[in-house]
Every structure is written in structure tokens, then in C-alpha cells.
């Protein structure tokens, strides 16, 4: 069902146009690739930053699951704004991308996290809200990518850090 869900979503999409996509109606598409669910125990570090979270996640997939369940998280992120991605990369074997939404609502804001690795067959997804400190800190983080292997280090100014590793 959830196949047949995402492929008439995506389907109706490029039929219609729709050119900009939510980041929460990112993060609910990407809920219902196949082979991802949603979580509802936040044990990701990154979470420490986040308010209101919400993950979904698919661990351990293998080769044909990582080809089919990455190649529409990579369709559905396509819909996405790329002015709303504040950091991120990607090199085949690995990627984290980091979005954020350009306006704040009572002073937080919307952010997408979306970390994939191909070596593990292992997908993340995290949505919530951050203020703009945190905001900042991920947009200005370095990102270190060798091989197999992403970082992103982010620095909040009150000393706190928030660290992004894919392995």
C-alpha cells in the first residue's frame, strides 16, 4: 500500500507541477517510503536540539532495499526547495542533508535532517523545530566527508554542540 501511495504522490506531482513541497509534508512523504517507519523513541543525538521530533528510519536494508527505498527519498527531496537545504552533501556512499525553513513561527524554526548510508543500508529522517541559534550552528557547521564517512560538527554559542556522523 505504501508503494502505491508514494508512486501515485510522486506521479501526480510531476504530472501537475507542484513545484515546492513542505518540510513537513517532506518529512510525512519520506515517512512512507518503503521500507522506512516512524519512530517514536528519539534516541539521536541531534534530537537534543529539536523540539516537537519526529523520526522515521529504516536500518540494515540490503542492496535492492537501499536502491529502491534511496532512489525515492532522493525523489521526494528533489521537491524540496534547494534555497531551504542550509548544509549537507553527498557522495554515493553516504549523505546528510540539513533543511530549514527561511521564516520562523514564535521563533522557531521548521528543519528537515535526512541521513543516509549505503555501506549499512541504513536511513534517517528527523523533523522538528529548532531555534535560531541551533539554525546557525547547522548552517555554519563544517562538513567533512571522506569516503564512506560524513561529519557535520555544529557549535552553539552557549558552549553546546551538536554533532551529524554517517558512517
Given at each position: ?75 521526494i ?27 520562523s513561527?514564535?521563533g ?8 543516509m548510508?549505503?555501506?549499512?543500508g ?19 557547521a ?13 557549535s ?12
Amino acid at each position: 500500500m505504501k508503494k502505491v501511495i508514494l508512486l501515485l504522490s510522486i506521479a501526480f506531482s510531476i504530472s501537475f507541477g507542484v513545484s515546492a513541497m513542505s518540510l513537513k509534508d517532506a518529512f510525512e512523504a519520506l515517512s512512507n517510503v518503503p521500507n522506512i517507519s516512524a519512530k517514536t523513541d528519539y534516541d539521536t543525538p541531534i534530537l537534543g536540539l529539536i523540539v516537537n521530533g519526529q523520526q522515521a528510519s529504516a536500518k540494515n536494508l540490503d542492496a535492492s532495499q537501499i536502491l529502491e527505498s534511496g532512489n525515492a527519498v532522493l525523489t521526494i527531496l528533489n521537491q524540496v526547495p534547494l534555497s531551504r537545504m542550509i548544509n549537507g552533501g553527498n557522495n554515493n556512499y553516504v549523505c546528510a542533508f540539513v533543511y530549514a525553513s527561511p521564516e520562523s513561527s514564535n521563533g522557531i524554526f521548521e528543519v528537515l535532517i535526512v541521513l543516509m548510508s549505503g555501506r549499512d543500508g541504513d536511513i534517517s529522517i528527523i523533523y522538528g523545530g529548532i531555534d535560531s541559534d541551533a539554525k546557525g550552528a547547522l548552517q555554519n557547521a563544517p562538513l567533512y566527508m571522506e569516503g564512506a564517512r560524513i561529519r557535520i560538527h555544529a557549535s552553539l554559542p552557549n558552549g553546546d554542540t551538536y554533532n551529524i556522523h554517517v558512517e
